[in-house]
């Protein structure tokens, strides 16, 4: 199955990049063991001059960003999942045999609703608010550990 972590907005170079950027290579190169290819979608930020106009604008460049697979959005109403819960929302979309399963950070706007409802997960890290680029951070992080997770690697000692 294709994993992909489509986000809104390209993150610029620095501590958090590089961070992130391991974290992914992490797990792409652990991942084919899952039976995963992990992929990043950087999609430009709508230039809109409404919100409501913005976040429509992103949530279509999102919903083409899923293709042909399932949707599931880092949001902050979303569900409190913890790591084991996550890798389990992972593995159960492969093992059903989706072609894809999209996660998405969205704009600085937020989310769309449509995008919400279209949407077969949403998942907070938190009732905080979280920079984007720290956001991107804990996801990739988190996508290696459900890697990790799903290949029965010591990693994720909790």
């Known amino acids: 199955m294709r994993l992909t972590l489509a986000c809104v907005g390209r993150q610029k170079a620095g501590a958090e990049r590089d961070l992130a950027d391991r974290y992914l290579d992490r797990a792409r190169s ?34 083409a960003a899923a293709e042909d697979g399932g949707l599931a959005l880092f949001d902050e109403r979303g569900d409190a999942l913890d790591s084991p819960g996550f890798a389990t929302l992972i593995g159960r979309t492969r093992d059903a045999g989706a072609p894809r399963l999209t996660l ?47 290949t029965g690697h010591p990693y994720h000692r909790a």
């Open 104 to 150: 998405v950070i969205g704009g600085a706007d937020g989310l769309d609703e449509t995008l919400r409802g279209a949407a077969q997960a949403s998942i907070s890290f938190g009732a905080m608010t979280w920079p984007h680029q720290l956001v991107r951070v804990m996801a990739c992080e988190q996508i290696y550990r459900a890697v990790m997770l799903l």
């Open 30 to 63: 652990a991942g084919r063991a899952a039976g995963l290819v992990i992929d990043l979608r950087e999609l430009a930020e709508s230039r809109a001059r409404s919100a409501p106009e913005r976040k429509r604008e992103e949530a279509a460049l999102l919903r």
